[in-house]
T-cell receptor, first 111, second 113 residues
Framework: EADIYQTPRYLVIGTGKKITLECSQT?????MYWYQQDPGMELHLIHY???????EKGDLSSESTVSRIRTEHFPLTLESARPSHTSQYLC??????????FGPGTRLTVT | GNSVTQMEGPVTLSEEAFLTINCTYT??????LFWYVQYPGEGLQLLLK?????DKGSNKGFEATYRKETTSFHLEKGSVQVSDSAVYFC????????????FGPGTRLSVLP
């Protein structure tokens, strides 16, 4: 059983607010990822990290930012939320056997 | 670049029917291949994996064989249940691609009683 957590699970927020989506894992994995999942189900990689103080942008351009100052923690921040940010956000981490473990996701709605 | 193609859904089957979801891939190296499943309101869970050619991954009655000659990793189950209703994602991880995953677009399966 994977131990990767995301909070909040659901968030409804107004336009212009700053939000942080939390992601934590207790498995000691160096590699962590953020995906945006659109209503059509497709996953888009928006950020990844290979370890502490390492962050990279993914395939899909995103206005969000991430940080990695501790191995277990990989939060995602939106400085000013917009309706176009409404989506499901999935966090994942990866072990040395290439398997990715996913959190339950945060469903964000920006009104 | 690397890519994964899956059969389009939704797929609707009756309980106990045979399931096949096709997956083909393009990769520059020798990828590992995965099937993930996403139940409503949840994140993705690993269903099965295969790390080299001719490997067969299996779990919960599902199986898939890594076919290098046809660059395919089709998911099969002999008798589906209502509880198998979910979205299924085929994915690859290629050491030559920074080890990041590439996911297919997902196939929604609905199983009717």
């Amino acid at each position: 059983e994977a131990d990767i957590y995301q909070t909040p699970r659901y968030l409804v927020i107004g336009t212009g607010k700053k939000i942080t989506l939390e992601c934590s894992q207790t498995m000691g994995h160096d590699k962590m990822y953020w995906y945006q999942q659109d209503p059509g189900m497709e996953l888009h990689l928006i950020h990844y990290s290979y370890g502490v103080n390492s962050t990279e942008k993914g395939d899909l351009s995103s206005e969000s930012t991430v940080s990695r100052i501790r191995t277990e923690h990989f939060p995602l921040t939106l400085e000013s939320a917009r309706p176009s940010h409404t989506s499901q956000y999935l966090c994942a981490s990866r072990d040395t056997s290439y398997e990715q473990y996913f959190g339950p996701g945060t469903r964000l709605t920006v009104t | 670049g690397n890519s994964v193609t899956q059969m389009e859904g939704p797929v609707t089957l009756s309980e106990e029917a045979f399931l096949t979801i096709n997956c083909t891939y393009t990769a520059t190296g020798y990828p590992s291949l995965f099937w993930y499943v996403q139940y409503p309101g949840e994140g993705l869970q690993l269903l099965l994996k295969a790390t080299k050619a001719d490997d067969k991954g299996s779990n919960k009655g599902f199986e898939a064989t890594y076919r290098k000659e046809t660059t395919s990793f089709h998911l099969e189950k002999g008798s589906v249940q209502v509880s198998d209703s979910a979205v299924y994602f085929c994915a690859l991880s290629d050491q030559n691609y920074g080890q990041n995953f590439v996911f297919g677009p997902g196939t929604r399966l609905s199983v009717l009683p």
